[in-house]
T-cell receptor, first 110, second 115 residues
Framework: GQNIDQPTEMTATEGAIVQINCTYQ??????LFWYQQHAGEAPTFLSY????GLEEKGRFSSFLSRSKGYSYLLLKELQMKDSASYLCAVFSGGYNKLIFGAGTRLAVHP | EAQVTQNPRYLITVTGKKLTVTCSQN?????MSWYRQDPGLGLRQIYY???????DKGDVPEGYKVSRKEKRNFPLILESPSPNQTSLYFCASSLSWTGFNQPQHFGDGTRLSIL
């Protein structure tokens, strides 16, 4: 089967670091994407991993372990505007489609 | 400006009245897709298209139709809408269908309410 799991909700404090985990089981693997989605808005692309390891982009980093079917998104120096849902998605080469997890709603508090 | 444009943004209609949600992209993308988003369920794919005249079912295609007569347009058709199709709909596109380093670009969404 195809399955992507991530925590439903997380809270964190402004200025802190938070790690959002994602585990997946899919048929064929053409890469893992992280998207940010503010309430009522469209998802926007954050990062892409296809090889094992860490990809860093400013305050955001994403890690992938293909053998473990595991990824995480690391957000540093949290700001209030980072309060949003974070969607983990895997492109399944076997099915030619992007499979999304249900998303993790992050609330950043002062 | 590179974008995916959906219309309408909001629609309230009644059961059984045919409707079409349009989607257009100006990036010459091959791959286009329709998703619906419901609370607690995340984004679920309805239909996708790998290129002109090539469409295929996603995870939840029942009650929907699509067409891809031109590369830029990918309309979603609800022939006889029912209340369980009340949802937030997103159209998305990417350069190719392989997925490799091809992030999908999303439209602003269409909030559909069917009474």
């Amino acid at each position: 089967g195809q399955n992507i799991d991530q925590p439903t909700e997380m809270t964190a404090t402004e200025g802190a670091i938070v790690q959002i985990n994602c585990t997946y089981q899919t048929s064929g693997f053409n890469g893992l994407f992280w998207y940010q989605q503010h309430a009522g808005e469209a998802p926007t692309f954050l990062s892409y991993n296809v090889l094992d390891g860490l990809e860093e982009k400013g305050r955001f980093s994403s890690f992938l372990s293909r053998s473990k079917g595991y990824s995480y998104l690391l957000l540093k120096e949290l700001q209030m505007k980072d309060s949003a849902s974070y969607l983990c998605a895997v492109f399944s080469g076997g099915y030619n489609k992007l499979i999304f997890g249900a998303g993790t709603r992050l609330a950043v508090h002062p | 400006e590179a974008q995916v444009t959906q219309n309408p943004r909001y629609l309230i209609t009644v059961t059984g009245k045919k409707l079409t949600v349009t989607c257009s992209q100006n990036m010459n993308h091959e791959y286009m897709s329709w998703y619906r988003q419901d609370p607690g369920l995340g984004l679920r794919q309805i239909y996708y298209s790998m290129n002109v005249e090539v469409t295929d079912k996603g995870d939840v295609p029942e009650g929907y139709k699509v067409s891809r007569k031109e590369k830029r347009n990918f309309p979603l058709i609800l022939e006889s809408p029912s209340p369980n199709q009340t949802s937030l709909y997103f159209c998305a596109s990417s350069l190719s269908w392989t997925g490799f380093n091809q992030p999908q670009h999303f439209g602003d969404g269409t909030r559909l309410s069917i009474l």
